[in-house]
């Protein structure tokens, strides 16, 4: 059974004429264990189909489901429960409670669900460790490196033991080196814990750490492909992907003609 399941979503902003449709239909399913990159040029829709898959909006039509929830039939209490305890997010400026150390950070979406200190310790513990922070945890985000507190969100993220992490640009504020060593862990986080990984990033070379690569153009899903291995191949294929999906989606749709000066 997936532990996404999307179907012919579409969410309008605004009204008349100042009206923009962010997402026209899309439909999407994400298994236990995939890895799903998200590309496509900037207000295509990448982060709206991000908050409606984690519950933060909602969509104008169609259907998510979280495993076998459709959100649309829980009170708010229920989603905002579900969301904690299925759903793990990732950020682009990793939104790290500053006064915090690293492990209560980690711990913080168990706090809220209401766990005993114990637990919670344990647990963040367990995942710094495992996010290779073992030696960092009573450090505060300030004392710690862009990388390093991506990681610490990263464990945030899955001290709940969520099926699914969302991730939304979470390398765009990363040096390459630092990206790659995330972008490598969130593939460990699909492939060797079995979450379900969707992340949006604009960079082919952080796509290709993916397993699959969705490209979206003007609301809605213009490719969807497995992307190979690792390396350099996986690069230039989600390069091309990327290239040919956009260009064949503004063919489909060229823009209105220039009226004449
Ligand atoms: N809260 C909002 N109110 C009005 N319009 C919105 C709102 N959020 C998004 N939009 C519009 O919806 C469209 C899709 O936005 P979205 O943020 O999903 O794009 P994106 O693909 O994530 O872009 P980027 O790569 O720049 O982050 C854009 O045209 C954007 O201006
Ligand atoms: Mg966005």
């Known amino acids: 059974m997936p532990i996404v399941s999307v179907e012919k979503l579409t969410r309008t902003y605004g009204t008349g004429e100042t009206a923009v449709r962010a997402l026209d239909g899309v439909s999407l399913s994400v298994n236990a264990g995939e890895f799903v990159a998200i590309m496509g040029p900037s207000g295509c829709g990448k982060s709206t189909l991000l908050h409606l898959v984690g519950g933060l909006d909602k969509p104008d039509s169609g259907v998510v489901k979280i495993v076998d929830t459709d959100l649309s039939t829980l009170s708010d209490g229920d989603l905002t429960r579900l969301r904690r305890r299925e759903i793990g997010f990732v950020f682009q400026f990793f939104n790290l409670i500053?006064?915090?150390?690293?492990?209560?950070?980690?711990?913080?979406?168990?706090?809220?669900?209401?766990?005993?200190?114990?637990?919670?310790?344990?647990?963040?513990?367990?995942?710094?460790?495992?996010?290779?922070?073992?030696?960092?945890?009573?450090?505060?985000?300030?004392?710690?490196?862009?990388?390093?507190?991506?990681?610490?969100?990263?464990?945030?993220?899955?001290?709940?033991?969520?099926?699914?992490?969302?991730?939304?640009?979470?390398?765009?504020?990363?040096?390459?080196?630092?990206?790659?060593?995330?972008?490598?862990?969130?593939?460990?986080?699909?492939?060797?814990?079995?979450?379900?990984?969707?992340?949006?990033?604009?960079?082919?070379?952080?796509?290709?750490?993916?397993?699959?690569?969705?490209?979206?153009?003007?609301?809605?899903?213009?490719?969807?492909?497995?992307?190979?291995?690792?390396?350099?191949?996986a690069t230039e294929t989600a390069r091309l992907l990327i290239e040919t999906a956009t260009a064949t989606a503004a063919e489909a749709t060229p823009p209105p003609a220039l009226a004449p000066e």
């Open 98 to 233: 500053p006064v915090l150390s690293a492990i209560e950070n980690a711990a913080l979406p168990l706090v809220l669900d209401g766990k005993g200190r114990k637990e919670t310790d344990a647990k963040a513990a367990e995942w710094l460790e495992k996010v290779g922070l073992g030696g960092r945890m009573n450090n505060r985000p300030d004392e710690l490196s862009g990388g390093q507190q991506q990681r610490v969100a990263i464990a945030r993220a899955l001290a709940a033991d969520p099926k699914l992490v969302l991730a939304d640009e979470p390398t765009g504020n990363l040096d390459s080196k630092s990206a790659d060593e995330v972008s490598e862990l969130l593939r460990q986080v699909a492939s060797e814990w079995g979450r379900s990984v969707v992340m949006v990033t604009h960079d082919p070379r952080i796509a290709a750490f993916a397993h699959r690569l969705v490209v979206m153009s003007d609301g809605r899903i213009v490719s969807d492909k497995e992307t190979p291995g690792d390396g350099q191949a």
